[in-house]
């Protein structure tokens, strides 16, 4: 490929997607466009052997490979950090730092344009492109799936992709609807053909056919991977033509700021102690053992032998226990068969349940059993009030609402509160048990501690808020659970030698509507933090016209200055508790099946709660008409304007419609404030990240989730790092100027868990 090349696409193929722990590139395609305008198309392959999933990298194709990219005007790529990453892996990579300047993103481009579709090639090259690349993924999909089988039964020593293998935890086992390992294992076909003969008597019954040059397994990556590398390059030349009749060049450009960035904190992983690890899963774990035990022996005095769910939502014979059910109820018991279409009789219910047992349906067997005689009501339940249903089936729900309104409404000491209590604390704590399992199986042990790498992805929503999986780290709760009342932050911490500083914005997403309305009251909040009674909380402002009665009670009893913390700890779990939810509720549009009005009465807890704020906050509730109503004629909603980036438009975000052709209330408002909020998060690490690079290049970012902003730099004794983090403070607050939102951010220090403030 000639070095005068303007512009290239770039795709790689690896063992897996698990870079640190030990997946690498097997073959990287190129398609270019040189001076002449001629487009050239080669690639890269490597054998990779089977016994060490360890590529055969020829280190003259990678010197290669980096003077094109050196050499080249503009770099093209599907998933830019994915595959500079993969690059990255490669001892012989002799390119320095990766041009981020000179680098296009189509999956970031492709965001833009419609945020709501699906943002892979094969349907990107579909929407613009009008051409259909399945074909290509199909042909190596069943040539890998066909090599996977014949490894399994014939070469089971070599490293396929499955469920616990050390270098890839990613990897799930293959099911019957879900094939996805074979994508790690595309290498397998090509690896049959290049099997060295003398290998060949330790796997009897495996013959080639062909020469390995002319069987068609032996190029069938390849083919699959070229049209990956020109579709992105044409995908490209497509989005440019668009972008620039829209008018998005600006956005687009600010957007692709925020790779390095991404890519940065995505490489460097973030730090923790496996010790405190096991600490906190060994008594999240007893804690919810002992939850388990006293729901079975509650539901033992109703003479019901109880089978709680694995996890935390709750199976159907914790709701049979809670709420009693007629057969009718059950028909998802039943089998699609003549002689079981109608049962009446206790031997109906035991025929039933030895066909499931045949079936290897263990827990519709066991539910066949607790049926038997429930039409003579032999079986006992807690009798609770149906609260919320299910949309799918109507079938009564125990969903964190419900299960929060039980706990309120219920008579104290009785045994129905007892087990709706004990239910909740055990779904609390199998939810963080699950992330702190997915902590042990990712983590990579250093010398003195544990890093975990999580694949961050900038366009994972429908709106600008980052998602991540392998770990999913945009999910690390703060709030606290169990008898010690830790969080799952309590695992994440800085590194000896490091310490940690977090930058949460205040009120951020409640501060955007105030200021784009120029609501009166909320303005009073957040301009005067300091005055009394409600010091700049917006939660505590609803309070006082929604719980009149009790915030005038509180007022009465220690004054203006002390209302505030005095509501707070009076209700800590129940009226403030239920306000704070039902103002993101509201903020977001909710609507109360019950009326259809627009409501968020049941996050309230209080009937006519949304229209009593809409009546108060006049302005707030025109805001929210007016981008309902924009969606509905547009079809999308926009951030606020940058002024900065381009002062007329924000960053486009598109609203999906129901069947009726109608935009959920809940979808516009929700992506303007959260989409906004999200911008101004990007724009401020792209800013800090200058700072960062001339000022304190050994400190970095190392988490971002949602309003918050973590920092890992070098421990220095006393604080003394206060003075940078105040500038951090002052560049995420300026942010807010070229929005039009007045910003204040505050400041945590961790010297050694995240969830301890110092």
Not at 68 to 96: M, P, R
Request: a neutral charge.
């Amino acid at each position: 490929m000639e070095l005068d090349t303007k512009i290239i696409s770039l795709d790689t193929e690896t063992t897996g997607v698990d870079f640190a722990h030990g997946a690498k590139p097997y073959l990287v395609t190129l398609c270019s466009e040189n001076s002449k305008g001629q487009l050239e198309n080669t690639w890269y392959e490597w054998d990779v052997d089977p016994f060490t999933r360890e590529p055969i990298v020829n280190e003259e194709d990678v010197e290669e490979i980096s003077l094109i990219v050196d050499g080249c005007k503009e770099i093209v790529l599907q998933n830019s950090k994915f595959d500079v990453q993969a690059l990255h892996t490669l001892d012989s990579w002799c390119l320095g730092s990766w041009p981020w300047e000179k680098t296009y993103d189509t999956l970031l481009a492709a965001h833009l344009l419609d945020s709501s579709q699906k943002h892979d090639l094969t349907t990107l090259s579909l929407i613009y492109l009008n051409l259909n690349v399945e074909p290509y993924e199909d042909s190596i999909k069943n040539a890998t799936k066909k090599a996977r089988t014949i490894a399994k039964s014939k070469c089971k020593d070599w490293l396929i992709a499955n469920e616990g293998l050390s270098c890839m935890p990613s990897a799930k086992v293959a099911s019957e609807n879900d094939d996805k390992p074979w994508k790690f294992d595309m290498w397998l076909p090509r690896a049959f053909c290049r099997l060295r003969p003398e290998l060949l008597p330790i796997y009897p019954g495996w013959t080639l056919g062909d020469a390995p040059e002319l069987h068609r397994w032996y190029s069938a990556c390849s083919e699959y991977s070229n049209p990956d590398s020109i579709t992105t390059l044409a995908l490209k030349s497509k989005f440019d033509k668009i972008i620039e009749e829209k008018n998005l060049g600006a956005i687009l450009a600010e957007r692709f700021k925020i790779l390095p960035i991404v890519y940065q904190m995505q490489n460097r992983g973030i730090t923790l102690s496996e010790e405190r690890l096991d600490d906190l899963h060994k008594s999240y774990s007893e804690e919810r053992k002992a939850s388990d035990n006293k729901c079975h022996s509650l539901a033992k005095m109703f003479d019901y032998k109880l089978e709680l769910p694995r996890g935390a939502a709750a199976n159907n014979l914790t709701k049979f226990f809670c709420f009693g059910r007629s057969r009718e109820d059950w028909k998802d018991h039943i089998p699609n068969r003549k002689a079981f279409r109608n049962p009446q009789t206790n031997e109906d219910w035991i025929a039933i349940g030895k066909h499931w047992e045949s079936k290897g349906d263990t827990a519709k067997a066991t539910a066949c059993k607790e049926f038997m005689g429930r039409g003579q009501f032999e079986v006992k339940w807690l009798d609770l009030p149906i609260i919320s249903k299910t949309k799918k089936t109507g079938s009564p729900s125990l969903n964190k609402a419900a299960k929060a309104e039980y706990l309120h409404i219920l008579p104290q000491r009785s045994i129905q509160k007892s087990f709706i209590k004990n239910l909740n604390a055990r779904g609390k704590l199998s939810t963080a048990l699950s992330y702190l399992e997915s902590y042990k199986k990712f983590a990579i042990k250093r010398d003195c501690y544990s890093q975990l790498f999580s694949s961050l992805n900038p366009t994972g929503t429908h709106t600008l808020r980052w998602s991540s999986k392998n770990p999913n780290q945009q999910q690390v709760s703060s709030q606290t659970i169990g008898e010690l009342e830790r969080s799952c932050r309590y695992v994440f911490g800085p590194a000896p030698g490091r310490e940690w500083w977090s930058l949460d914005y205040d009120n951020l997403e409640l501060r955007i509507p105030a200021y784009e309305c120029k609501e009166p009251a909320m303005l009073e909040l957040f301009e005067n933090p300091n005055k009394a009674p409600f010091f700049g909380s917006y939660h505590l402002l609803i309070v006082s016209i929604l719980h009149k009665k009790e915030w005038k009670e509180c007022l009465e009893e220690v004054g203006e200055l002390e209302a505030a913390n005095l509501f707070k700890k009076k209700y800590k779990s129940t009226l403030y508790a239920w306000t704070k939810n039902g103002n993101f509720a509201e903020l977001y549009g909710a609507v109360d099946k019950s009326d259809g009005l627009g409501t968020a009465d049941v996050a309230f807890h209080l009937k006519g709660a949304q229209s009593i704020i809409s009546e108060r906050l006049t302005k707030k509730t025109r805001l929210n008409k007016k981008w309902i109503n924009y969606a509905e004629e547009y079809g999308y909603i926009e951030t606020m304007p940058d002024k900065e980036i381009d002062p007329k438009k924000g960053y486009p975000l598109f609203c999906a419609r129901t069947r009726w052709g109608k935009v959920k209330p809940t979808i516009p408002l929700n992506y303007h404030v959260q989409g906004t909020a999200c911008w101004i998060i990007m724009r401020a690490m792209i800013k800090l990240q200058e700072f960062i690079n001339i000022n304190c290049p050994d400190s970095f970012m190392t988490m971002q989730v949602h309003d918050e902003v973590v920092f890992d730099m070098p421990k220095i004794e006393g604080k003394g790092n206060q003075i940078l983090v105040d500038k951090f403070r002052d560049i995420m607050e300026s942010i807010g100027e070229d929005i039009g939102v007045t910003l204040t951010c505050g400041i945590d220090y961790h010297s050694t868990s995240w969830s301890q403030v110092n």
